[in-house]
């Protein structure tokens, strides 16, 4: 039996096929043990999958609190102020009327459970499961408001996006350990995100274990580049300091905040670049990951505001095409620095 859960974690991993499973995980404050000959913690769900690659995502440095991020403006934002969607109507269907009703194994598997119960609802672009509307609705909101905004720092047009990615909104803790029990989830999952389907677990309760907007963030940030990359394996570092990054940024932007200088919450961000660009799976030390997320997040705050951040998509296309992280930076940013060495001294000083 687990332990009540006090801090966040999330896994990620890809499968062959470019689906990514991104895992938000409430996990004990105590260091989690693996075992780093197993591929842990999730068997391959495809037979030509990578080796698993799965990972924490480390608790917030000052637990309870969510400090701010940099909020940069989406590309084009300040020409053209797009704010963004606010209102989402949750427009509720009866299964059949659902635009598609295509979902995995672990959807319906979902859906299986207390059948008739499932609500169904469809936004712009997402079909959402849920019990109640009044939780549906409020991630809806955000859901819808962090694709736009992920997808338009891309530069990504709608057409790259159409199809409607399924949400599954649980709410009651015990039908959700029924759930993950029945996929390879780990036990204490609290939330994941499977290619681009969302499974969350959404307590109706206020205090520490409440599901979280900067979580909600992160976890659709993989769901979006899952919609945006298929068939593409994202490197680790930046698969994650993506979503650290986008995922934070999301939420202030949404909530209006403009704050800049919260790299000092990024404590842990001392991983030798060459280490953090080496690691292809999650360490299983706690410290490690910890490391790894926030040295990831650092990275990408980096490229995004202190180098012209239109080129992300550039680096982005440069790093999945197998470059390394030197020939990447200096065929993209080479105008911006002398040269790597400069880069890495501009990058460790970097505080904002
Ligand atoms: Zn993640």
Request: aromatic share 10%.
């Amino acid at each position: 039996m687990q332990t009540p859960p006090r801090s966040q974690t999330s896994w990620f991993r890809q499968t062959a096929g470019g689906g990514a499973l991104a895992l938000l995980l409430l996990t004990t404050t105590r260091a989690q043990t693996t075992d780093p000959n197993k591929p842990w913690p999730f068997a391959p769900r495809a037979t030509s999958a990578p080796p698993a690659a799965a990972t924490p995502r480390p608790a917030a440095a000052t637990p309870g609190t969510i400090a701010p991020v940099a909020t940069p403006r989406p590309f084009g934002a300040a020409a053209a102020p797009d704010q963004g969607p606010r209102e989402v109507p949750l427009v509720e269907k009866k299964w059949d009327e659902l635009v598609n009703k295509e979902v995995s194994k672990d959807g319906t598997t979902a859906l299986e459970i207390e059948k008739d119960k499932w609500k169904h609802a469809e936004t712009e672009n997402f079909i959402l499961h849920y019990r109640r509307a009044t939780e549906a609705q409020k991630v809806a909101r955000e859901v819808e408001y962090d694709l736009w905004f992920v997808a338009k720092t891309l530069g990504a047009t709608k057409d790259r996006y159409q199809r409607k990615s399924h949400v599954f909104i649980f709410e009651d803790e015990d039908e959700w350990k029924k759930f993950v029990g029945l996929t390879k989830a780990p036990a204490w999952s609290a939330s994941f995100a499977y290619g681009d389907e969302l499974f969350l677990n959404v307590r109706r309760t206020e205090g520490p274990k409440r599901f979280d907007s900067n979580t909600l963030a992160h976890e659709t940030t993989h769901a979006v580049v899952a919609r945006l990359f298929p068939q593409k394996r994202w490197p680790l570092w930046l698969n994650e300091g993506w979503a650290e990054y986008m995922g934070g940024a999301s939420v202030a932007a949404r909530k209006g905040q403009s704050v800049k200088g919260h790299q000092a919450r990024l404590r842990l961000a001392e991983m030798p670049l060459a280490t953090l660009e080496a690691l292809k799976e999650y360490p299983s030390d706690e410290a490690s990951v910890r490391q790894l997320y926030q040295t990831s997040e650092k990275l990408v705050r980096f490229l995004m505001d202190e180098m012209p951040k239109e080129r992300i998509l550039q680096f982005i296309d440069a790093a999945l095409a197998g470059k390394s992280l030197r020939d990447s930076v200096l065929e993209v940013y080479g105008d911006k620095v002398k040269d790597w060495p400069d880069f890495e001294k501009k990058f460790e000083k970097f505080t904002k």
